[in-house]
């Protein structure tokens, strides 16, 4: 009678416990079946002993390795995204081993960079380089060569916010029914994503702070003409850093003084002037505004032979434009104290 031989299956280096136990006669191949996972992957061997014999040593087969492939379940995201910071992803699984992953931008996959490190699960991306998209994660593993499991995540969509400007300052100075004067100060960034939270200082104490869904914020203080009332800065916020703009000085002076109107000329063939520039300068004021004249009427916009802006008034010298000029100077905010400059007269042959 051939001896009954008794087979288990054990984990290297762990004999304590049996995985697996079969009875054979010699000679006889042993089957273990088994549930397997993902605990069992490892190094195993298969140990042989004889009933009943103590004499025979029970012997060892040479290790094996068992490679535990477990399939997907289900992929979940966890995004970590801070304004002006890397971009941070990570692609968790609910279940799987022996997993590889790929990432993905708009459905292409996202181009190698320095800028890009990924390890394993992680993605990381330094800020300079971020793309706005839809990202997606997808892991795959495979058993053998011929199973291959693959799962996609759902996209994730990021919007890669621009941090603001600089912001600069900007008032305008209006008049109150009562005489007052108030100043509209306009804190502006040229970039930057909304919401964006701007702040006005003075150089002693906060003065007002707004969050708006666009690139400025407007803010309202009394003036008081001709006084010195300190310096104001804009503030600016949209991720987890302040930007300061410059320093502004809140000095509002009326106009006063002298107005002057010079001129130069543009030359034509046999040096006869073709075209004049005129310009109005009043000695001083903050907000000053212009008005041209011609003949004593009012001068606008563009006209067949002018062209008025601001300060300045274009000329083309001919027959209809011939007549006598001037230009007068009042505040913006207030058209009570009007300031006129002295009268030229021209024609078709120039200045007389």
Same mark, same amino acid.
């Given at each position: 009678?051939?001896?009954?031989?008794?087979?288990?299956?054990?984990?290297?280096?762990?004999?304590?416990?049996?995985?697996?136990?079969?009875?054979?006669?010699?000679?006889?191949?042993?089957?273990?079946? *088994?549930? @397997?996972?993902? !605990?069992? +992957?490892? =190094?195993?061997?298969?140990?042989? &002993?004889?009933?009943? #014999?103590?004499?025979?040593?029970?012997?060892?087969?040479?290790?094996?390795?068992?490679?535990?492939?477990?399939?997907? *379940?289900? @992929?979940?995201? !966890?995004? +970590?995204? =801070?304004?002006?910071?890397?971009? &941070?992803?990570?692609? #968790?699984?609910?279940?799987?081993?022996?997993?590889?992953?790929?990432?993905?931008?708009?459905?292409?996959?996202?181009? *190698?960079?320095?800028?890009?490190?990924?390890?394993?699960?992680?993605?990381?991306?330094?800020?300079?380089?971020?793309?706005?998209?839809?990202?997606?994660?997808?892991?795959?593993?495979?058993?053998?060569?011929?199973?291959?499991?693959?799962?996609?995540?759902?996209?994730?969509?990021?919007?890669?916010?621009?941090?603001?400007?600089?912001?600069?300052?900007?008032?305008?100075?209006?008049?109150?029914?009562?005489?007052?004067?108030?100043?509209?100060?306009?804190?502006?960034?040229?970039?930057?994503?909304?919401?964006?939270?701007?702040?006005?200082?003075?150089?002693?104490?906060?003065?007002?702070?707004?969050?708006?869904?666009?690139?400025?914020?407007?803010?309202?203080?009394?003036?008081?003409?001709?006084?010195?009332?300190?310096?104001?800065?804009?503030?600016?916020?949209?991720?987890?850093?302040?930007?300061?703009?410059?320093?502004?000085?809140?000095?509002?002076?009326?106009?006063?003084?002298?107005?002057?109107?010079?001129?130069?000329?543009?030359?034509?063939?046999?040096?006869?002037?073709?075209?004049?520039?005129?310009?109005?300068?009043?000695?001083?004021?903050?907000?000053?505004?212009?008005?041209?004249?011609?003949?004593?009427?009012?001068?606008?916009?563009?006209?067949?032979?002018?062209?008025?802006?601001?300060?300045?008034?274009?000329?083309?010298?001919?027959?209809?434009?011939?007549?006598?000029?001037?230009?007068?100077?009042?505040?913006?905010?207030?058209?009570?104290?009007?300031?006129?400059?002295?009268?030229?007269?021209?024609?078709?042959?120039?200045?007389?």
């Amino acid at each position: 009678m051939y001896p009954i031989h008794y087979l288990s299956v054990l984990r290297e280096g762990d004999r304590s416990k049996a995985l697996g136990f079969y009875s054979a006669l010699s000679g006889e191949m042993a089957n273990f079946p *088994l549930y @397997i996972t993902a !605990s069992y +992957e490892g =190094y195993m061997v298969c140990v042989a &002993s004889v009933q009943n #014999n103590t004499v025979i040593h029970p012997t060892v087969s040479p290790r094996h390795h068992l490679r535990v492939v477990v399939e997907y *379940l289900m @992929i979940h995201w !966890s995004v +970590e995204f =801070y304004e002006g910071k890397p971009l &941070s992803l990570r692609c #968790n699984i609910a279940k799987g081993n022996h997993v590889s992953y790929q990432w993905l931008v708009d459905g292409k996959p996202l181009p *190698l960079s320095p800028l890009h490190n990924q390890t394993q699960e992680q993605l990381f991306i330094y800020r300079y380089c971020i793309d706005s998209g839809e990202y997606t994660c997808v892991a795959t593993n495979q058993l053998n060569i011929t199973k291959v499991y693959s799962s996609r995540s759902t996209a994730k969509v990021i919007k890669v916010k621009e941090l603001v400007s600089e912001p600069d300052l900007l008032f305008l100075v209006l008049k109150e029914r009562d005489g007052t004067y108030f100043a509209l100060v306009t804190c502006q960034s040229l970039t930057g994503s909304p919401p964006i939270t701007f702040s006005l200082y003075s150089r002693s104490e906060f003065i007002s702070t707004e969050t708006v869904d666009e690139r400025s914020a407007t803010f309202s203080i009394p003036v008081v003409l001709d006084l010195h009332m300190g310096f104001l800065q804009c503030q600016a916020q949209n991720g987890d850093r302040v930007v300061y703009g410059q320093w502004t000085a809140m000095h509002v002076v009326p106009v006063g003084g002298a107005v002057t109107m010079h001129y130069d000329n543009d030359v034509g063939e046999k040096f006869s002037i073709v075209g004049l520039r005129f310009y109005c300068s009043v000695e001083r004021g903050t907000f000053p505004q212009y008005r041209w004249f011609l003949n004593g009427t009012v001068l606008e916009g563009r006209g067949e032979f002018y062209w008025v802006e601001q300060s300045i008034l274009l000329l083309s010298v001919g027959r209809s434009s011939a007549g006598t000029y001037h230009c007068e100077v009042s505040d913006s905010f207030d058209g009570t104290t009007v300031i006129s400059s002295e009268a030229r007269y021209i024609d078709k042959e120039g200045l007389v």
